[in-house]
């Protein structure tokens, strides 16, 4: 078995890749549908905000109900090969969405994007990975560098995808998609040559295609676990309200352009990676992970409320810091609480309904703004902020006493 000095790495340069291919897509779904370049068009605004947010929506809708079947079937039959499984269906997917942009048809990109998205598994088993590799106390600093690599995916992937999708380079809105498929080929060859398989004792369990209906029922009703679950299902609520709606907000507000978008994204990654890779590190030396969430809960919260105030990039900018860093503490410290909540043998479930409670957070967003975002500038924000500061209000008021008493 390889040696956490090997391993690390390794993961590191699988997520990386796959977060590359997502992060060249982050400047041109909401591209299709808004902004000064836009070529769908709908009758009305309403009509185009609900298209978007069921495009976005169907991913996350489908991963609900996929990605703890790849969580169970990595329980079972190993890492790697679901792995394979999912990077295949990732090629597939993109070069799906390529074409449907080329031809224009929009219910081309939604059978795309819920087909990626049942097999959306790569990160949930990478963490499964990292667990089975971790010991307790390790597991948020390696964790943090998955996290990094996700910000690195987050620098290069928006500029890359921007870029590619201009006209005048020579590009066409689809040549990313091609690119992105290349990046999972690519990645799909790295695994099978270079990933070892992690798992050492496979456990014999059923392939339920509700599971993910069911963890979230045993992620609410778990005493043990709920107030755990809720925290992070809120976070991932909160979070998801501004990533999801961020560029539609450059786009519209500020008139940026696609390679605009990804810069300012790219500008969001690299303080992900001075965060997750050196910063966080730093901070758990000196602090344990529930002081950490102490001030990264509140901070995020507060962070995303005041995205909506800067009238100027450049302030925009700055505010976009504090959420990259608050965000870049919160992700990972609580990620290692829901890991380490669980036996080693449990990981990949437990890990799988925490992926169930996060499909279901980066659902509902796309709800709640179809029915209810005619403001596109304010809502987003004031409910990811509202979300945030819920799950704090939990943290310091239910689950931190309680953890404590126990002698954690």
């Known amino acids: ?58 991913f996350s809708f489908f991963q609900l109900f996929g990605a703890p079947v790849l969580g169970g079937l990595s329980d079972k039959k190993g890492r790697k090969p679901v792995l394979q499984v999912s990077l ?27 087909f990626q998205g049942f097999f959306a598994g790569n990160l949930s088993v990478l963490f499964s990975a990292i667990s089975d590799k971790s010991k307790n106390q390790d597991k948020a600093k390696n964790f943090a560098l998955v996290g990094m690599a996700f910000g690195l995916g987050i620098v290069l992937g928006p500029t890359i995808g921007g870029l590619l999708s201009e006209s005048k380079y020579g590009f066409g809105l689809y040549s990313p998609f091609l690119f992105t498929a290349f990046l999972s080929l690519l990645n799909l060859f ?48 909160g979070f998801s309200f501004f990533t999801q709606f961020f560029a539609v907000y450059l786009l519209d507000f500020f008139h940026a352009t696609r390679a605009e978008v990804g810069l300012i994204f790219g500008w969001s990654g690299l303080w992900i990676i001075f965060t997750q890779g050196f910063l966080l590190r730093k901070t758990l030396k000196a602090f344990e992970v529930t002081q950490v969430l102490k001030f990264s809960m509140i901070g995020l919260s507060i962070s995303l409320l005041m995205i909506i105030f800067p009238k100027s990039i450049g302030m925009l900018l700055i505010v976009n810091m504090f959420i990259s860093v608050f965000h870049g503490h919160n992700s990972p410290s609580l990620l290692s609480l829901v890991s380490n909540s669980a036996s080693a043998d449990l990981q990949g479930e437990i890990l799988g309904i925490n992926q169930s409670m996060m499909s279901l957070a980066q659902f509902i967003p796309t709800l709640v703004i179809g029915l209810f975002g005619e403001n596109l500038h304010t809502i987003p924000f004031v409910s990811g902020a509202s979300s945030v500061f819920v799950g704090y209000l939990i943290y310091r008021l239910i689950f931190l006493p309680k953890f404590m008493k126990h002698g954690h």
């Open 1 to 58: 078995m390889q040696s956490n000095r090997r391993f690390i790495p390794i993961v590191f340069f699988t997520a990386f890749l796959d977060m590359l291919a997502v992060g060249i897509v982050i400047p041109i779904l909401p591209s299709i549908f808004f902004g000064d370049f836009k070529f769908l068009h709908f009758p009305n605004e309403e009509i185009t905000r609900w298209s978007y947010c069921m495009l976005l929506g169907c």
């Open 88 to 114: 295949i269906a990732s090629v597939l997917s993109y070069l799906l969405f390529s074409y449907a942009i080329y031809t224009q048809k929009l219910w081309l990109m939604f059978l795309s994007r819920s």
């Open 190 to 237: 790295f695994v099978q040559f270079f990933f070892t398989e992690t798992l050492t004792n496979p456990l014999a369990q059923k392939i339920n295609f509700f599971k993910g209906i069911e963890n979230v029922y045993k992620a609410l009703t778990n005493r043990k676990l709920n107030k755990l679950f809720s925290m992070t299902f809120l976070n991932s609520l």
